[in-house]
Nanobody, 125 residues
């Protein structure tokens, strides 16, 4: 069983930055891809960013996140982070951390098998 716990969500002004963190349990954390998704009120959950598992690190970003968000992982601490810069009101959502079923940086929800409870990010204009 894997547990994922997100933290770092907050209310921030447009143009500001936030760093989300996800702490994962499990002894094989480094072997799996990790992803961040978000769900805005009244909208479907959508992919934000992913980072690969294994020895070679790849990342994948949604178009909305490219150039503003950076995903990273610390395998020694079993954590994955999402640094978000230049935040916009449309970034307001609940952000979820997810563990991949494999090593690849997939953008589809079906590629992930464990999910955290989410952390709220609110960006005011």
């Amino acid at each position: 069983q894997v547990q994922l716990v997100e933290s770092g969500g907050a209310l921030v002004q447009a143009g500001g930055s936030l760093r989300l963190s996800c702490a994962a349990s499990g002894r094989t954390f480094s072997a799996y891809a990790m992803g961040w998704f978000r769900q805005a009120p009244g909208k479907e959950r959508e992919f934000v960013a992913a980072i690969s598992g294994g020895f070679v690190i790849f990342t994948n970003y949604a178009d909305s996140a490219k150039g503003r968000f950076t995903i990273s992982r610390d395998n020694a601490k079993n954590t994955v982070a999402l640094l978000m810069n230049s935040l916009k009101p449309e970034d307001t959502a609940v952000y979820y951390c997810a563990k991949g079923r494999g090593t690849g940086v997939q953008g589809m929800e079906e590629a992930y098998d464990y999910w955290g409870q989410g952390t709220q990010v609110t960006v005011s204009s």
